[in-house]
């Protein structure tokens, strides 16, 4: 089944303590992307990937970082989680940017930072 | 102005309602226009996809786009109450480094 895998699905951390979200897709795509999901705010996004080694900070990437090691995986990375960086993150995936083929989107990463 | 506008209602309809979705736009070069569904707890998918202008039929739902006024629409026709969901927007523009932009969605529910 095509899809993309976020692990984990609920996180509750404490403030400073270093986390990784995990995103695998296994459709082939060139193109992932972070999303986090606010109220009000909608999707924004954190860091998109056009290929391997290639990343490039979206509309809100302070506090995060990712890689791009492998086609298929695309890790977000909080170095030191604040509690504003509570949020549902999604992580997706697409031939191209533009989302003309559609993003597949995982099932979402509830992240709660105390 | 917010480059993608929607409303986020919430809209309550009763089930076998017709229902309106509306976004505006301020890029007049966005030609790939999309809907999106979220249901609660899941992340969003797929459901319409339109390039340029026109309209789209899928079973009961309807996509249009007017460029003109920078405008599109999601019509449901015979509601069902497992058609409540959150509703997103989202367009983009051809070229490289254009990104797919997002409304902020419109939560439905349909009444049984």
């Known amino acids: 089944e095509a899809q993309v895998t976020q692990n984990p699905r609920y996180l509750i951390t404490v403030t400073g303590k270093k986390l990784t979200v995990t995103c695998s897709q296994n459709?082939?795509?060139?193109?992932m992307s972070w999303y986090r999901q606010d109220p009000g705010l909608g999707l924004r996004q954190i860091y998109y990937?056009?290929?391997?080694?290639?990343?490039d900070k979206g509309d809100v990437p302070e506090g995060y970082k990712v890689s791009r090691k492998e086609k298929r995986n695309f890790p977000l990375i909080l170095e030191s989680p604040s509690p504003n960086q509570t949020s549902l993150y999604f992580c997706?995936?697409?031939?191209?940017?533009?989302?003309?083929?559609?993003?597949?989107f995982g099932s979402g990463t509830r992240l709660t930072v105390v | 102005q917010k480059e993608v506008e929607q409303d986020p209602g919430p809209l309550s309809v009763p089930e076998g309602a017709i229902v309106s979705l509306n976004c505006t736009y301020s890029?007049?070069?966005?030609?790939?226009f999309m809907w999106y569904r979220q249901y609660s707890r899941k992340g969003p998918e797929l459901l319409m996809y339109?390039?340029?202008?026109g309209n789209k039929e899928d079973g009961r739902f309807t996509a249009q786009v007017d460029k003109s006024s920078k405008y599109i629409s999601l019509f449901i026709r015979d509601s069902q109450p497992s058609d409540s969901a959150t509703y997103l927007c989202?367009?983009?523009?051809?070229?490289?480094?254009?990104?797919?932009?997002f409304g902020k969605g419109t939560k439905l529910t349909v009444n049984p």
């Open positions: 997706a995936s697409s031939f191209n940017n533009q989302g003309a083929d559609g993003y597949t």
């Open positions: 459709m082939n795509h060139e193109y």
């Open positions: 990937s056009m290929n391997v080694e290639v990343t």
């Open positions: 890029n007049s070069a966005f030609q790939y």
């Open positions: 339109t390039y340029s202008s």
């Open positions: 989202a367009m983009s523009a051809p070229g490289g480094s254009e990104k797919l932009v």
